[in-house]
C-alpha cells in the first residue's frame, strides 16, 4: 500500500516516515511550499523586503536529509497559490474586521488535507499521512481522537476535517508521546533528532508578527484607554491584538493606576480604540455564551446525545464543559455557565466528548449574562 506523507522538515513528520517504513508501507514523502518570496513580493511591490524571506528553503533540505536517509523518494509540490486564495486572503480579511482567526485551521481544511490529498492520489497514494499530534478510530464512520501526548495534542487544529479526508489518512505518532519521538529521532539517527519546534504562525515563522502584517494591512496607530476612556498608551494597530493579551502593551508604570498587569478587553474599529483592564481575573474577560457558526461535525452532530460536552476556545485553554442550544434561525448558542476567559471573536470553538474531537466552527459574538465581550464598552 502506497503512502505519501507530508514530510515537513521537522522531526515529528521524520519519525512518521520512519514509523510508516517499519510497518511494510510503500512510502514517498512530499514536501509543501505554501509561500513564496516572489508572490509576497508582487503584493508589496518591495522586491528587496526582508519580510519576503521565508525559512522553507532550510526546512526542505532538512526534509530531503531524511528522505535520503530513510531511502524515500521525495518531491516537493508548490500550494503557493492555494494558500494565498484559501487561506492567507481570509486570515487578512478578518484581522481587517478586528478579529483573531486561526490560520493553521485553515491550512489543515484546505491545503494540508485537502489540495495535498487530490495531489497524492495523482501520484498513485492508497492513503495520506501527516505527523500531527492525532488518533483516528473508525466504528460506523471515522472518530477524531486527541493525541495520546495532551500536551501536544493538535486535534483543535484538525476540527474542520471531514470523514472523506480522514478516511485515508494516518496519524503514525497520535500514539506517542513528544519525548518518545525525539527518543526514537536520536536512536535512529535522524537528522532533525534535535531539530528545535517550530513556533507562531507557519508562514511567519519566527518573524514579528507586526512588522510582517503590515506590509498588507497598513498599521493605524491609536489610544489605548481605560474603562473610563483615559488615554494610557498608544497601540499599534488593532490587528496586532487579541483578548486578554498582555505582552507588548508598553503602559506599565503609569503612577495613576496599581501597578498589576494590563490586559486587552476589547477593541472599537470605529474609534480605532484599544481597551484595556488591570488584572487577570478581570470580569471584562470572562464569558458564558458565544455563538458560534459554521460547525463541521466530524462524525455527526452530537447534539442530542446524554454524554457530557466540553469545548475549546484556544489551543491551550483547558477544556470547559458547555451545552448547546439551537435557535429557530439555525444559529448555535454555546453556553458555559462556569465561565471562561478570553474568548475571542473570529477564533475557533472546538468540542470534545472525552477524547474524540467532535468537531468545531468559528467564535461570532461573545457574551457574559446580557453585555457584549470583545469590543466596544458593555452596552455602549
Known sequence: MKVIIGLSGGVDSSVAALLLKQ?????????MRNWDSALNNDQLGNPNSPEAICPQEQDYLDAKRVADQLDIRLIRHDFIQEYWD??????????????????????????????????????????IAMGHFARTRTNEKVELLRGVDANKDQTYFLCQLTQEQLKDTLFPVGHLTKAEVRKLAVSYGLATAKKKDSTGICFIGERRFSQFLSNYLPAKPGNIVTLNRVIIGRHDGLMNYTLGQRKGLRIGGDTRYSQEPWYVSGKDLTSNELFVVQGFHHDLLYSDRSLVKEINWISGNPQDSDIPMTAKFRYRQKDVEVSLESSSSGETWVRYPSRARAVTPGQACVFYQGDRCLGGGTIDMVFCGDETRGGRLPNE
Open 86 to 127: 484559501d487561506v492567507f486572503r481570509f486570515f487578512l480579511d478578518e484581522l481587517a474586521k478586528g478579529r483573531t482567526p486561526n490560520p493553521d485551521i485553515l491550512c489543515n481544511k484546505y491545503i494540508k488535507f485537502q489540495a495535498f490529498i487530490d495531489i497524492a492520489r495523482s501520484l498513485g497514494a492508497d492513503k
Open 23 to 31: 510497518q511494510g508501507y510503500e512510502v514517498e514523502g512530499c514536501f
